[in-house]
């Protein structure tokens, strides 16, 4: 059995100018805590014996894990494409649109649509590459959107559109 797996598909390069933001300032912060991480990392290095050291081992995979996430975001924030201006046509629902949808129980949900790098379900953002939000593109107000997946068919009525900043 190998290790191999599919690189994953490639999500859809655009960002709002607030999560653009968002990146660029964790981006500063993880090089301020790759700092202090490195520092703790030499102090338990020189502490001896590095095999039994879990200081050590701690504070090394930390790095990786800090490395790694910088590596992504120099990779990623120049691939970005910032969109900061609402559509012409603002009946539509296109990127970065807030969308209330009503279900069949007639329960309204309400949801922002935004790039992958800005994903946050408790802020309600759900992804473009999501299937909901391949669904709702180009919908307009009283539309009918079908959502279909293994087990059940979901049927929602878009209530409202609005590309209001937050």
């Known amino acids: ?97 807030w969308v209330t949808l009503e279900d069949e129980t007639g329960e309204e949900l309400t949801y922002r649509i935004v790039g992958a790098d800005e994903l946050d379900p408790k802020k309600h953002y759900i992804s473009l590459d999501s299937p909901l939000a391949k669904a709702l593109l180009k919908k307009t107000f009283d539309d009918e959107v079908i959502l279909n997946n293994a087990f059940k068919q979901t049927r929602y009525i878009v209530v409202d559109i609005s590309y209001r900043k937050d």
């Open 1 to 97: 059995m190998s290790r191999w797996r599919p690189p994953s598909p490639k999500s859809s390069p655009y960002i709002t100018q607030q999560g653009y933001q968002t990146l660029e300032h964790e981006l500063r912060e993880l090089w301020d805590k790759r700092k202090d991480v490195t520092q703790a990392l030499s102090a338990a290095a020189a502490e001896g014996d590095r095999s039994e050291n879990a200081e050590y081992i701690y504070r090394k995979k930390e790095l990786r894990g800090i490395d790694r996430r910088i590596h992504y975001l120099q990779k990623r924030l120049p691939a970005l494409n910032v969109v900061s201006q609402p559509p012409d046509d603002q009946e539509r629902i296109f990127f970065s649109a």
